[in-house]
């Protein structure tokens, strides 16, 4: 079965602090597709990145990267500098098949 | 249009009511998925859809739960006799690809928030 775990609830910073999203999963698949999304608070989800199973170099795109390690299973977020505007709830996803399997989400607040 | 549409955003019914709810996809996407998101949790996978054919209904919490789509495009999410429980919003997804190839992105619409009394 696949799974993935969010156990940060809630974050909260102070506008151009660093913070850090963990994302931690597990798979019996070999191929694999691991995906953050933002909701903010009008409720769509927002793509924010997709790795394969096959790639582990981090990314960078803006003030946001991402930090993919399988010796850990993980699949780590940093905001650099937050911004107001990055508060929003932050979901990890799965994919194997088809179907995206979600953590539970982990809400950032960031305040002025 | 542009991206995925769903209709209506906010619906409330009273226990035991039947509920419709419309997914417009993006043109041309021939995958189509449901999620549940409850409160405070992530989406949950209920069924998708490859082009009309329903592919995976592995998620459906009950018999009271239907999806179809006929024409390949427009799905419907039909709750029949709704029960406090199905209180939740219900997430449409559509992709480009088909299973298994990789830049698969899915694409999500706003939401319908079903509330049951």
């Known amino acids: 079965a696949q799974k993935v775990t969010q156990a940060q609830t809630e974050i909260s910073v102070v506008e151009k602090e660093d913070v850090t999203l963990d994302c931690v999963y597990e798979t019996r698949d070999t191929t694999y597709y691991l995906f953050w999304y933002k909701q903010p608070p009008s409720g769509e989800l927002v793509f924010l990145i997709r790795?394969?199973?096959?790639?582990?170099q981090n990314e960078i795109s803006g003030r946001y990267s991402w930090n993919f390690q399988k010796s850990t299973s993980s699949f780590n977020f940093t905001i650099t500098a937050s911004q107001v505007v990055d508060s929003a709830v932050y979901f990890c996803?799965?994919?194997?098949?088809?179907?995206?399997?979600f953590g539970t989400g982990t809400r950032l607040l960031v305040s002025p | 249009g542009a991206g995925v549409s769903q209709s209506p955003r906010y619906k409330v019914a009273k226990r035991g009511q039947d509920v419709a709810l419309r997914c417009d996809p993006i043109?041309?996407?021939?995958?189509l998925f449901w999620y549940q998101q409850a409160l405070g949790q992530g989406p949950e996978f209920l069924t998708y859809f490859q082009n009309e054919a329903q592919l995976d209904k592995s998620g459906l919490p009950s018999d009271r739960f239907f999806a179809e789509r006929p024409e390949g495009s427009v799905s419907t999410l039909k709750i029949q006799r709704t029960q406090q429980e199905d209180s939740a919003v219900y997430l449409c997804?559509?992709?480009?690809?088909?299973?298994?190839?990789?830049?698969?992105?899915?694409?999500f619409g706003p939401g319908t928030r079903l509330t049951v009394l």
């Open positions: 043109s041309g996407h021939v995958s």
């Open positions: 996803a799965l994919r194997g098949f088809q179907k995206l399997v």
């Open positions: 790795r394969n199973s096959f790639d582990e």
């Open positions: 997804a559509s992709s480009l690809a088909i299973r298994g190839e990789a830049n698969n992105e899915q694409f």
